[in-house]
Protein backbone atom coordinates (compact mmCIF):
# COMPACT_ATOMS: atom_id res chain seq x y z
CA UNK A 1 0.00 0.00 0.00
CA UNK A 2 1.10 3.52 -0.67
CA UNK A 3 1.78 6.03 1.81
CA UNK A 4 -0.68 8.45 0.72
CA UNK A 5 -3.47 5.40 0.53
CA UNK A 6 -2.71 4.42 3.78
CA UNK A 7 -2.60 7.78 5.35
CA UNK A 8 -6.31 8.74 3.71
CA UNK A 9 -6.79 4.85 4.90
CA UNK A 10 -5.90 5.97 8.54
CA UNK A 11 -7.78 9.47 8.31
CA UNK A 12 -11.15 7.56 6.95
CA UNK A 13 -10.90 4.88 9.78
CA UNK A 14 -10.49 7.74 13.01
CA UNK A 15 -13.78 8.98 11.18
CA UNK A 16 -15.66 5.95 10.59
CA UNK A 17 -14.52 4.21 14.13
CA UNK A 18 -16.13 8.53 15.75
CA UNK A 19 -19.26 8.36 13.07
CA UNK A 20 -19.74 4.01 14.16
CA UNK A 21 -19.49 4.75 18.25
CA UNK A 22 -21.90 7.53 17.74
CA UNK A 23 -24.53 5.45 15.79
CA UNK A 24 -24.54 3.18 17.87
CA UNK A 25 -25.43 5.49 20.66
CA UNK A 26 -28.08 7.44 18.86
CA UNK A 27 -29.29 6.70 15.55
CA UNK A 28 -28.53 3.32 15.27
CA UNK A 29 -26.73 0.41 13.32
CA UNK A 30 -29.64 0.49 10.77
CA UNK A 31 -29.55 4.02 10.06
CA UNK A 32 -25.61 4.30 9.51
CA UNK A 33 -25.89 1.22 7.24
CA UNK A 34 -28.75 2.88 4.80
CA UNK A 35 -26.77 6.58 5.23
CA UNK A 36 -23.16 4.62 4.05
CA UNK A 37 -25.09 2.57 0.99
CA UNK A 38 -26.73 6.07 0.03
CA UNK A 39 -23.12 7.38 -0.26
CA UNK A 40 -22.03 4.36 -1.96
CA UNK A 41 -24.48 5.00 -4.21
CA UNK A 42 -23.79 8.68 -4.78
CA UNK A 43 -19.92 8.20 -5.17
CA UNK A 44 -20.89 5.35 -7.88
CA UNK A 45 -23.33 7.20 -9.61
CA UNK A 46 -22.32 11.26 -9.79
CA UNK A 47 -19.41 12.17 -10.93
CA UNK A 48 -20.09 15.87 -10.22
CA UNK A 49 -19.78 14.29 -6.37
CA UNK A 50 -16.93 12.50 -6.76
CA UNK A 51 -15.05 15.97 -8.49
CA UNK A 52 -16.95 17.95 -5.26
CA UNK A 53 -14.87 15.77 -2.89
CA UNK A 54 -11.83 15.53 -4.39
CA UNK A 55 -11.45 19.37 -6.12
CA UNK A 56 -9.12 21.52 -4.04
CA UNK A 57 -10.80 24.43 -6.15
CA UNK A 58 -13.81 24.20 -3.74
CA UNK A 59 -13.47 26.05 -0.52
CA UNK A 60 -14.14 24.61 2.90
CA UNK A 61 -17.31 26.53 2.94
CA UNK A 62 -18.40 25.57 -0.63
CA UNK A 63 -17.72 21.68 0.56
CA UNK A 64 -19.30 22.08 3.47
CA UNK A 65 -22.26 23.91 2.00
CA UNK A 66 -22.78 21.67 -0.87
CA UNK A 67 -22.28 18.18 1.59
CA UNK A 68 -25.39 19.93 3.64
CA UNK A 69 -27.56 20.16 1.08
CA UNK A 70 -26.35 16.57 -0.24
CA UNK A 71 -27.17 15.08 3.29
CA UNK A 72 -30.43 16.73 3.34
CA UNK A 73 -31.74 15.94 0.08
CA UNK A 74 -30.36 12.03 0.75
CA UNK A 75 -31.75 12.23 4.37
CA UNK A 76 -29.12 11.27 5.93
CA UNK A 77 -28.94 10.86 9.60
CA UNK A 78 -27.46 13.80 11.74
CA UNK A 79 -24.94 11.66 12.99
CA UNK A 80 -23.74 10.96 9.21
CA UNK A 81 -24.45 14.76 8.26
CA UNK A 82 -22.40 15.98 10.96
CA UNK A 83 -19.49 13.84 10.38
CA UNK A 84 -19.37 15.09 6.26
CA UNK A 85 -19.69 18.84 7.56
CA UNK A 86 -16.45 18.22 10.03
CA UNK A 87 -15.00 16.33 7.22
CA UNK A 88 -15.51 19.49 4.59
CA UNK A 89 -14.52 22.09 7.21
CA UNK A 90 -11.19 20.27 7.51
CA UNK A 91 -10.58 19.70 4.22
CA UNK A 92 -11.06 15.69 4.68
CA UNK A 93 -13.67 14.79 1.97
CA UNK A 94 -11.23 12.98 -0.30
CA UNK A 95 -11.54 10.04 2.26
CA UNK A 96 -15.22 9.51 1.77
CA UNK A 97 -14.69 6.20 -0.16
CA UNK A 98 -12.62 4.92 2.11
CA UNK A 99 -14.92 5.71 5.36
CA UNK A 100 -17.36 3.89 3.42
CA UNK A 101 -15.70 0.81 3.42
CA UNK A 102 -14.58 1.34 6.51
CA UNK A 103 -18.21 1.86 8.07
CA UNK A 104 -19.55 -1.26 6.15
CA UNK A 105 -16.65 -3.55 7.66
CA UNK A 106 -16.81 -1.84 11.44
CA UNK A 107 -20.84 -2.72 11.12
CA UNK A 108 -20.45 -5.72 10.01
CA UNK A 109 -17.89 -6.88 12.49
CA UNK A 110 -20.42 -5.42 14.98
CA UNK A 111 -23.41 -7.63 13.58
CA UNK A 112 -20.76 -10.65 12.65
CA UNK A 113 -21.32 -10.87 9.05
CA UNK A 114 -18.79 -11.36 6.46
CA UNK A 115 -19.36 -10.01 2.95
CA UNK A 116 -18.10 -12.37 0.10
CA UNK A 117 -17.80 -11.30 -3.49
CA UNK A 118 -19.03 -13.66 -5.73
CA UNK A 119 -18.45 -13.46 -9.57
CA UNK A 120 -20.11 -15.79 -12.06
CA UNK A 121 -20.01 -16.69 -15.65
CA UNK A 122 -23.77 -16.82 -15.74
CA UNK A 123 -26.58 -15.30 -13.59
CA UNK A 124 -27.24 -18.08 -10.24
CA UNK A 125 -31.05 -19.34 -9.37
CA UNK A 126 -32.19 -17.94 -6.19
CA UNK A 127 -31.53 -21.50 -5.22
CA UNK A 128 -27.96 -21.48 -6.32
CA UNK A 129 -27.15 -18.15 -4.18
CA UNK A 130 -29.16 -19.54 -1.15
CA UNK A 131 -26.46 -22.88 -1.08
CA UNK A 132 -23.53 -21.13 -1.64
CA UNK A 133 -24.37 -18.49 1.14
CA UNK A 134 -25.13 -21.56 3.37
CA UNK A 135 -21.80 -23.28 2.41
CA UNK A 136 -20.22 -20.24 3.13
CA UNK A 137 -21.85 -18.99 6.47
CA UNK A 138 -20.60 -22.57 7.38
CA UNK A 139 -17.20 -22.37 6.28
CA UNK A 140 -16.34 -19.18 7.82
CA UNK A 141 -18.57 -19.46 10.86
CA UNK A 142 -20.13 -16.09 10.41
CA UNK A 143 -23.11 -14.76 8.62
CA UNK A 144 -22.45 -13.76 5.26
CA UNK A 145 -23.68 -11.22 2.53
CA UNK A 146 -22.81 -11.60 -0.98
CA UNK A 147 -22.53 -9.38 -3.99
CA UNK A 148 -22.96 -11.59 -7.07
CA UNK A 149 -21.67 -10.07 -10.51
CA UNK A 150 -21.64 -12.14 -13.73
CA UNK A 151 -18.56 -11.72 -15.44
CA UNK A 152 -18.58 -13.63 -18.71
CA UNK A 153 -14.56 -13.88 -19.02
CA UNK A 154 -14.87 -16.49 -16.33
CA UNK A 155 -16.37 -18.68 -19.06
CA UNK A 156 -17.41 -20.94 -16.65
CA UNK A 157 -17.65 -21.42 -12.62
CA UNK A 158 -17.33 -18.70 -10.25
CA UNK A 159 -15.07 -16.69 -7.99
CA UNK A 160 -15.39 -15.89 -4.54
CA UNK A 161 -13.28 -13.61 -2.20
CA UNK A 162 -14.05 -13.64 1.71
CA UNK A 163 -11.90 -11.41 2.97
CA UNK A 164 -8.32 -12.75 2.57
CA UNK A 165 -9.48 -15.90 1.14
CA UNK A 166 -10.21 -16.90 -2.63
CA UNK A 167 -11.70 -19.70 -4.37
CA UNK A 168 -11.37 -19.85 -7.91
CA UNK A 169 -13.32 -22.73 -9.63
CA UNK A 170 -13.58 -20.76 -12.97
CA UNK A 171 -12.37 -22.13 -16.51
CA UNK A 172 -10.73 -19.35 -17.56
CA UNK A 173 -8.14 -19.92 -14.65
CA UNK A 174 -7.97 -23.50 -15.12
CA UNK A 175 -7.05 -22.78 -18.83
CA UNK A 176 -4.66 -20.38 -17.76
CA UNK A 177 -2.91 -23.00 -15.36
CA UNK A 178 -2.84 -25.21 -18.02
CA UNK A 179 -1.59 -22.52 -20.40
CA UNK A 180 1.12 -21.93 -17.72
CA UNK A 181 2.10 -25.68 -17.46
CA UNK A 182 2.20 -26.60 -21.23
CA UNK A 183 4.55 -22.82 -21.43
CA UNK A 184 7.04 -24.70 -18.48
CA UNK A 185 7.64 -28.31 -20.45
CA UNK A 186 7.83 -26.72 -23.68
Not at 14 to 24: G, I, V, W
Not at 68 to 84: D, F, K, P, R
Not at 120 to 129: C, G, M, P, R
Amino acid sequence: MSESASISSGIAARYATAAFELAKDGDGLDRLERDVDALDAALSGSGDFRRLIRSPIYSRGDQGNAVAAIAAGMELSGTMTNALGLMASRRRLFVLPQLVIALRRLVADERGEVTAEVRTATTLTDEQITKLAAALTASVSKEVKMNVAVDESLIGGLVVRVGSKMIDTSIASRLAALQNTMNEVG
